[in-house]
């Protein structure tokens, strides 16, 4: 198979997997238990009233109905009416697009170019103290909630040093008169930065440390093969072998973790968004979920879905393209 | 090491591939540390359990929680053994101090324990086995089966497990028992991917081929040859994923969605800790520590499993 085939076949089972995402989000919200109309307008509201909201958002009709009507304004990019903000919830999430990837571009910058180079270290200089140093901070990475290392850098770094402030993020791109203590360009980058350093520590921990343990032992892996032995029988420096032969064959298992872990990234910018009340489409969903807001709901669970199918789409082409070995997905 | 190794087995009477396994693991100081942590963690929640269920909290309430009076409007934290608040120093009555309630901090981390290892080691279990019967046969067979299963899979991989999980919990009602179904969901795929790509490799050998030749039935051929010679993997999967399901658990508490209080959960006391961070930034070291070093166990453990079953990377 050609790669502008593979790539199409790809395309194509995204397009299946966000539709498998519709589905299954469409029949949890529908399954949940609560009117969202009487939440909404409250317990005293009359009949009428009620009525009428359910015929404006379309809850007077059968759940069948409903979804094939869904699915024809998801495809035209209509993610319905938020019932909480009474806004298009397509126009709530492009609001609350820009945070939310700041801080996952940022964490995820800061995990791979911390992780990499870490990870090759470790593992060349295996068993050594740096080594086993690196390997706990990994281990311990893996194993911590990531909100409660947001919650420990708000204690020591905003509430004891009074560094770094604990709440919000701003983006760079803001007008510096819109940014409390800005008045320049600098000055809202400035804020811009303090702003992202421990959303992005909470957030990145978790990627670095795997993304480092998964560096480490592929680059282990290579370092075992056996063309890797004949070049140190040919005299080759451990140098020139680490990074012309080892480093680059070890980074397509990390290529395929970093893909995986956007997911994790996703899913962990919610706590992150939490812990430091940042504006993001996180807090979006949790603020939706509260309100049995359910078109909001189902947009940002599609939405955050799109992101990752897109994510990993994009991997796997690389993938493809890197490693010229791969028979694109004839067995996938 | 291996050199040791070499001379028992062939002064001994061979070993089982488990034995050899086992062997491995204590050998290994980091997971045998491991493995003392998570020992440590089940048997204190188990002791939990028994005195929550079975004896109604009878240690609980005669030894440990006596509530501290706190004047009315005021938070009623007694700091930990060293430290010193407005209410005073820190006493051995309650060593890690008590919460916004008064009430023991030790005693809701142990109770605390028995929410996370039950949830941690009830769905990944249920989890493990779904997704090794699912993968198994997707992988034997292939074909359309295989697609649909794989694109099913996918479908939940693509949304992140929090968002999946608050879907879930929302549709569902809130609580521990909704939290283990939900997490065994999640699970589900990881473990139906692994095994697939597993069988996928099994299915070629030439004993399955015996099998089919000799006609044994498919059923049996998965059962008895394929998923036994795919489980190594499952086994260090599962031992990783029971600290990942820990750590989802504690995210859905302390977001509100997991077991609801008064039933304490580590997760949960984080989210109560956020209030008093400023005056009392103990409270919220407990519960975060608690969680660590239990994730930590499961993750040696698993790391061991794996290096025992792959002894290539053996150090």
Known sequence: MSLPRYVARRLGQSVF???????????????????PVRIFIGPSADASAIAAMRAQFG?????????????MNVVQGDLGQSINYRVPVTQKILERLPATLLLVASSFTFAIITAVPIGVLSAQRRNQLSDHVFRIFGLIGV???????????????????????????????????????????????????IHLIMPTLTLGTLQMAAIMRIERSSMLEVLNQEYVSLARAFGVSERTILRKHAFRNAQLPVLTVIGLNLTTALGGSVLTETVFSING????IITGVNARDYPLVLGTTLFYASLFVIGVLITDILYAYLDPRISYGDES | MSDATADESTTHTPRSGWEEVTTQLRRNSTSRWGMYIVLFIIVVAIWAFVDGVVLDYYFAE??????ITAPPGSRGLLPPVGITNEYGTGTWAHPLGTDHRGRDILVRLVYGSRIAIQIGIVATGVGATLGTIIGAVSGYYGGWIDDVLQRTVETFYAIPFIVLMIAIMSAFGRGLWIAIVGVSVITTPIFARLIRSEVLSVREEEYIEAAKAAGVRDRNIIRRHVIPNSLAPVLVQATLQIGVNILIVAALSFLGFGAQPPTPSWGAMLAQSRTYMLPDPWFSVWPGLAILVTVVGFNLVGDGLRDAFDPRLND
């Open chain 2, 62 to 67: 005669r030894f440990w929680y006596s509530p």
């Open chain 1, 17 to 35: 997997t966000l539709l498998g995402v519709v589905t299954i989000t469409f029949l949890l919200v529908n399954a949940a238990p609560g009117d």
């Open chain 1, 59 to 71: 809850l007077d009709q059968p759940i069948h109905i409903r979804y094939i009507k869904y699915l």
């Open chain 1, 281 to 284: 489409i996180g807090t979006l």
């Open chain 1, 143 to 193: 194993s911590t909630p990531s909100f409660w290392i947001g919650l420990l850098l708000i204690i020591i770094l905003t509430y004891h040093l009074g560094l770094l402030p604990a709440t919000g993020l701003v983006m760079p791109w803001a007008p510096p008169s819109a940014v409390d203590h800005a008045t320049t360009r600098l000055d809202v980058l400035y804020q811009s930065g």
